[in-house]
């Protein structure tokens, strides 16, 4: 073969030949790292530090074609056995098995509920827990949705059951063997009412002791093969509306033993998160421990609900950053027009967009997250806090994280789109983000309700104001910025209700959008000041500064490298 054929075939590929991916999430995450380092105590992070390196291997290698497999060889309904007796079992591909196997595994939910560890690093739960729940939703977003009712199932149960069901039920959650874990679901969502759910009509009647009888539909119900289930459902002569609903344990065997009946009409044909199974399900005198009063069930519920809102702002967080880690890699290697694909400027200005926003909302929500940690130990004004951030962290990173990886496989071209790839499968599971645990008019109305019940607003307007100097050359614009929120917010909340809840999307978008970039300034020190700096600078640039026609340089290859935080 000639010289010339030879080089031609050198260049027949699609990537150079130094073409390099990250075999590790955790290690190449310069900004994961630097927080979990500074914000957990340093007894913390080495309890988690072999776990989230052995999980940033998985996540980077073997889970991704047990995620990819997962997805397209989804659950199966099995009505019925071999001799035509009722079954309603569900079978999952061994992809999926696989899968929960590396969740036990990385301690996710043992760090938060065995005991001795529990009490050990009780400051800092949440921030161990969702350590290792980026990484894992990075590769896996699908399971991670049934490791999100678990958590938020063990929280009610250590919350509200009996001595006696937290000591038979807690251990099947933090268990270290895969063949002994309970799952955990909510089965929340009714025809009739959807996310109005007062509107819920399924009724519960007393049975024996605590123990009701469930019977009705329940039309939305993920993760339907959970061992643990907390149901909302009325008792006979309750009350209209959210107040008259109580709240049922619901387990696969009555208390003799026997199977307690659930009815799964069929399986949801999902979008996306396809590996797990979302079911219509019919209770007909299913049974169900009372849990709490018959009228405090949705009150119990909401401790569930935000817990998983903040799962779904770690999955959103962890499906942008892995859209970032694909196309940040694909440009790099790439080369288009004689050279790399980072050296065109307008690919350099959308990347600058994208990390910029990736930290964003990697600070804002583990913002949320180390806010809920304080006020699960007490803290007053961070329970304040949690209040409204949950509802605005849930909203804000659903949305950014369907834009985000839309236009990272925009800049992939043609391969972004193909199956064979992460990305259209990410696309597939990020949209789901913004309706799951309340829509976005839902974030709205629950941000309205915490600013107007509660000091939220004030507490987070005050922390906004106490980091302002920070922002160095910034701070005016910034500054200018809040004093308007305020004085909107001020005059806003006399109004008829029409007009607060018009007018309090456009505000709370604004107050996120300032409140996520001064948190950044938060978490800033020697090491992390490098793209904080960076993203401060876009952020102010792109939101807070009016448009302009001027003519503007865009960042250099090595400012988006500082950026995107990846190295190996």
């Known amino acids: 073969m000639s010289t010339q054929s030879l080089i031609s075939l050198n260049k027949n590929q699609v990537l150079r030949e130094d073409f390099r991916v990250s075999t590790n999430y955790f290690e190449s995450d310069l900004p994961l790292r630097h927080f979990l380092q500074t914000r957990t105590s340093a007894e913390g992070y080495a309890h988690m530090q072999p776990k989230l390196q052995a999980l940033g291997e998985a996540a980077a290698g073997e889970m991704n074609p047990l995620s990819l497999t ?46 001795s560890l529990r009490e050990r690093f009780a400051p800092e739960l949440h921030r161990l827990g969702f350590s290792t729940g980026f990484l894992y939703a990075m590769s896996e977003s699908g399971l991670y949705c049934p490791l999100c009712m678990t958590d938020g199932v063990a929280r ?35 025809k009739a009412g959807g996310s109005d759910v007062g509107a819920n009509i399924v009724r519960a009647t007393p049975h024996q002791g605590d123990y009701y009888l469930l019977n009705g539909e329940k039309w939305f119900c993920s993760n339907a093969n959970a061992e643990i289930i907390f149901a909302l459902a009325r008792p006979e002569g309750a009350a209209e509306g959210t107040r008259g609903l109580g709240i049922f344990l619901v387990e696969k065997q009555k208390p003799d033993g026997s199977k307690n009946e659930m009815n799964i009409i069929r399986l949801k044909d999902k979008l996306g998160v396809r590996s797990m199974a979302s079911a219509e399900c019919i209770l007909t005198d299913t049974w ?10 949705f009150k119990i519920m909401t401790d569930m609900i935000n817990l998983s809102r903040l799962y779904n702002a770690v999955a959103a967080m962890g499906g942008s950053r892995r859209a970032l880690i694909e196309v940040y ?8 027009f004689g050279k790399s694909a980072l050296e065109h400027a307008l690919i350099r200005e959308k990347m600058a967009e994208l990390g910029t926003l990736h930290l964003m909302q990697f600070y804002l929500t583990w913002r949320a997250i180390e806010a809920l940690d304080a006020a699960d130990n007490g803290h007053e004004q961070e329970a304040e806090l949690i209040r409204l951030l949950t509802p605005m962290v849930k ?8 834009y985000s990886i839309r236009e990272s496989m925009e800049l992939m071209g043609g391969i972004g789109y193909i199956e064979d790839g992460v990305m259209p499968k990410l696309m597939r599971d990020a949209m789901v983000l913004p309706i799951w645990e309340g829509a976005g008019n839902i974030m709205t109305l629950d941000m309205l309700r915490a600013s107007l019940k509660s000091n939220g607003f004030g507490v ?8 302002l100097p920070k922002a160095g050359v910034h701070e005016a614009v910034l500054a200018a910025q809040l004093q308007e929120i305020q004085a909107v ?8 209700q029409e007009i607060i809840e018009t007018t309090a999307k456009p505000l709370f978008e604004r107050l996120t959008k300032l409140y996520a970039v001064v948190a950044m300034l938060r978490y800033e020190d020697s090491q992390s000041s490098v793209w904080i700096r960076i993203a401060l600078e ?5 939101y807070f500064t009016p448009s302009s026609l001027q003519p503007k340089a865009p960042r250099s290859v090595a400012e988006i490298d500082t950026l995107i935080g990846w190295e190996f």
């Open 70 to 115: 997962a997805d397209k060889q989804g659950p199966v309904l099995v009505k019925r056995d071999f001799y035509g007796r009722d079954t309603n079992e569900i079978q999952f591909h061994p992809a999926y098995d696989a899968l929960k196997r590396i969740a036990v595994d990385s301690d996710m939910f043992r760090v938060k509920w065995e005991p």
């Open 156 to 190: 009610l149960i250590d919350r509200y059951c009996s001595t006696e069901d937290k000591a038979r039920l807690l251990p099947r959650i933090y268990t270290d063997k895969v063949e002994a874990l309970f799952t955990g679901a909510m089965f929340l969502t009714e």
């Open 288 to 297: 169900g421990k009372l849990i709490g009063e018959e009228g405090q069930g």
């Open 329 to 336: 890699q694909f440009l790099k290697y790439r080369t288009t």
């Open 395 to 402: 909203k804000s990173t659903a949305e950014h994280s369907v």
């Open 460 to 467: 987070m307007c005050a922390e906004i104001a106490a980091l």
């Open 489 to 496: 917010a001020k005059e806003l909340f006399r109004q008829p």
């Open 538 to 542: 876009e952020a102010v640039t792109r």
